[in-house]
């Protein structure tokens, strides 16, 4: 199915803020896997509301949906917004930039 993507939000029910904007598969909004440190924080302290903004949707149309709700919502890590996302969306994992620190210590590794 070409169609069969989603747009969610995940919400604090300590504070009832949004803190996150993603897009997947229809499992995707309720999977713990993957998450940065900072959504991980915040969902081991609170329970947390997932919100399916938009379904049905193409790739493309959720990537769209991501960027435009991440730049109205802001993101935390560039003192802009709320968000622990990590990216401005329509990306997933390929659209973060490493710090030149993080990138040495990669290096380092291996």
Known sequence: LMNNKVVYRHIRLDTNLIFYIGYGNPDQPYSKK???KHWLN????????VQILKSNLSIQETKELEIILVDYYGRQNLGTGILVNLTDGGDGWEGLKHSDETKKRKKNKG
Not at 42 to 49: D, G, L, M, V
């Open 34 to 36: 993957n998450r940065n």
């Open 42 to 49: 915040i969902t081991n302290k609170t329970e947390y509301e």
